[in-house]
């Protein structure tokens, strides 16, 4: 949590004003940005300076995880986090590759778990590490990335949050994760939950401890109609414990994940927190 607040901060006192093109909004923005959660103490990264929400990003990865190409998936497992991006991007609605409604194309866990090779067949990136760290292999390319530039054509989005590295060392798993981009406000908490919950769930899956989940953000911004509320709101307020996470001890494998796995398999207790605030969205 200090780390999360010490960015915020950091922002305001270094941050660089930019136009964003995309948005047509000013953002102040730092590069490079390191934060760290420590799974091996179960300190869950949940905001507790706002309300916060951990479901909808939990179900989203485990979409990733199951190599997920539509938004409808992804709203029966709990999250409608893609339902915009598959139906209302205009680029993505004329371009002819798209299949049709809730259709989001070679995104983020279609790359995860079928990589096209040239020759025509498919890598299981994800399948892979799991099976190496289940062994005790690491051959320091333990990879799991969505960023595949010869396809970004084919998908309605690129990542933001594009490459998962494993490190295994002795019978302790650790994970470092790259972000090319952060709306800290209200994507960062998103992705600190994913970041935390991927490491959490691989080392359950492969036998292994869980150490401490490094994250990496290359372009950390603030959009300038977020300002007041984190400057004047949300960095007045004491931050409480860090919360705890629980997950369902049932679950083994990654065919545990890839079938039955639901969001009751998660649970977070001791969550204390202030009152919601209602930053806008950068669309």
Known sequence: ????????????????????????????????????????????????????????????FIGYIRGYDNAADFRALG???????????????NNPLRKGPDDMGRVYGVQARSWANPEGSHIDQLKKVVDNISQGIDDRAEIITFYNPGEFHMGCLRPCMHTHNFS?????????????SCDVPLGLNFNQVQVYVFLALMAQITGKKAGIAYHKIVNAH??????DLMQNVQLKRQPFPSPKLV?????????????????????????????AIKYPFAV
């Not at 047509?24 to 760290?36: M, Q, S």
């Open 168 to 180: 295994l060392l002795g019978d302790t798993l650790y994970l470092t994760s790259y972000q090319r």
């Open 1 to 60: 949590m200090k780390a999360y607040l010490d960015l915020c901060q950091r922002l305001i006192d270094q941050g660089t004003w930019i136009e964003n093109e995309r948005t047509g909004k000013r953002c102040l923005t730092v590069i490079n940005a390191d934060l760290e959660y420590r799974v091996d103490k179960n300190e869950f990264p949940m905001i507790t300076t706002r309300k916060s929400f951990y479901k909808s990003a939990i179900a989203e």
């Open 79 to 93: 999250t409608k986090t893609w339902d915009a991006n598959a139906n209302l991007n205009e680029a993505w609605l």
């Open 247 to 275: 997950i369902n001890p049932k679950i083994k494998t990654l065919e545990d994940l890839e079938t039955w796995v639901t969001m009751d398999d998660f649970e977070v207790i001791d969550y204390q927190c202030h009152d």
């Open 222 to 227: 603030i959009y300038e109609d977020q300002l």
